[in-house]
């Protein structure tokens, strides 16, 4: 059996960590709050546009756009969605097991595809398995990210996409259910296919039978050349955000988990630590007995 | 009419205006009256000007949509800045882009640093074998 000492000094160990992880638990809870609010102010701005791209399609059948165009897939760019440091439980390696799974399920050889990556450990990851990458620089998943912090990855894959060295984008990030639940999941942001977009209700200014009809400066086209790649960056921001409220969840429940153990582990120590000193006061007596015994 | 100019981190400016005007390097300039027709614009790079009574404010706009109906107009933009005056507020715009470029670059190297200082703390503190 270990020491009275090394005993004691496992258990003000494993005290100090289970401090640290109930501190990081909180912090987790009040900027996953935060993040859940964020994604709130954001929704209706996105919907917005959703409503903006569907009134032009509608009105003018003419209007086409390269985004909105479903060809023949030859090259895919996989944009992974991570976060920066770990310690937040399955977060990170769900999404590489789903991402490579997916891989070997649908490509035969890595010159297929492109990655690019959103968050300090999918690029390591990324470049760990030497895929190809389409951004050389980490970019880093801050609390508080904004469009510029991505904007150059986005500029490179719209362009590739225009350009036709690509032909579909599909994000993969953890989606958020619950606190308790994220799911690592795939969309297509590119082309930007109408299915989703369906189901929504039937708005209110249709069913009262005025819909309004827009005056475009200076034309549905040109404006739909700019909405749409406005569009993708604005959906893959939402899933950014979404992503960061599921780091954040998972990282709490991880941190929770991590305090309790620590406290598993702190009692089975205490009783060792008992244990131990009993049977040092044990010895101790058989001792001073036995030598009393003795002298008599 | 209304104005309000919202970007994805929140709404900056909400209020009552007399007219707006619009400009953006694709479309030049117009503005927007009272009971004008429902209309859709974009802005690339451009400010939109809000005038009511004397005082007039800007809100510089990258990458925006300009929407309205029925006396409301809304400014969906990725970025925005509301200022006095055009020209401060888009040096301001761009001082904030440039700065946040930088310190995402430091950042990026100061987090590689950090993480190679942990993998050499962890090995000499041998915390693996704990």
Known sequence: MASMREIKSRITATKKTSQITKAMHM?????????????????????KLRDMIDNII??????????????????????????????????????????????????????????????????????????????TEPIHVRDDI???????????????????????????????????????????????????????????????????????????????DHLLPMYVENTLYGIILEAKASEHASRMTAMKSATDNAEDVISTLQLHYNRARQAAITIELTDIIGGANAVN | MKVSVVTPYGELYNETVDYVVITSEINGEFAIMKDHIPIISTIDIGYVKMVSGETEMFAVVLNGIVEHQNNVVNVIAQEAQ??????????????????????????????????????????????GRL
């Open chain 1, 27 to 47: 912090v987790s809870a009040s900027k996953l709050k935060k993040a859940e609010r964020k994604i709130k102010g954001f929704r209706p701005l996105m919907n």
């Open chain 1, 58 to 135: 509608e009105d003018d059948e003419q209007i086409t756009h390269p985004m909105l165009i479903e060809r023949e897939v030859k090259k895919v760019c996989y944009i992974l969605v991570s976060s920066d440091r770990g310690l937040a439980g399955p977060y990170n390696s769900s999404i590489f097991k789903a991402f490579t799974a997916f891989i070997e399920e649908n490509h035969e050889s890595h010159d297929e595809f492109t990655v690019a990556t959103i968050g300090f450990k999918a690029f390591s990851f990324v470049r760990r398995m030497n895929f190809e990458l389409l951004n």
């Open chain 1, 146 to 224: 904004q469009f510029i912090d991505f904007n150059k990855v986005t500029e490179s894959f719209k362009d590739d996409y225009i350009s036709g060295k690509i032909d579909s984008i599909v994000v993969f990030y953890n989606r958020f259910i619950n606190t308790l639940t994220q799911i690592a999941t795939n969309t297509q942001i590119l082309p930007i296919v109408n299915g989703h977009q369906e189901i929504e209700e039937p708005k209110e200014k249709e069913a009262n039978g005025t819909r309004l009809i827009y005056n475009y400066e200076p034309g549905p086209q040109i404006i739909i």
């Open chain 2, 82 to 127: 509301v200022g006095m005056d055009k020209e401060r507020a888009m040096e301001h715009l761009n001082i904030v882009r440039q700065q946040r470029i930088e310190e995402n670059k430091r950042r990026s190297v100061d987090f590689f640093k950090a993480e190679q200082e942990l993998k050499k703390g962890v090995k000499e503190a041998k915390a």
